[in-house]
């Protein structure tokens, strides 16, 4: 994946953007960035502080790495490979072995 930032064009390699992917696809991992994406990345609300242009300038910087993050997570990683189904959770694995088993 491509991002532009002030400082030129930057891309993102394959295995980074894999692991971001899998990291969204559990549901332990997406608690902890949903949680950095919309606390402390402040995603959704606004950046703008009237009369203080450093603390804007600051959330601002806040919202363009959460912002980055969502963009991982909701491109695919490659047009020529499908995107990895969401893991099994132990539960799930433990009955498949067992249905298998009878």
Not at 60 to 75: H, K, N, P, Q, S
């Amino acid at each position: 994946m491509r991002y532009h930032d002030f400082d030129g064009e930057h891309e993102v390699d394959e295995p980074l953007h894999r692991a971001v992917k899998a990291l969204a696809n559990d549901e332990q991992h997406r608690v902890a960035l949903e949680f950095i994406i919309y606390t402390l990345g402040r995603r959704d609300l606004s950046s703008f502080v009237p009369g203080s242009p450093d603390t804007t300038a600051h959330l601002d910087g806040r919202r363009f790495v959460a912002e980055l993050i969502c963009r991982l997570i909701a491109e695919p990683v490659s047009h020529d490979e499908p995107v990895l189904p969401r893991p099994r959770t132990m539960t799930e694995r433990v009955r498949r072995r067992m249905t298998q088993q009878t």
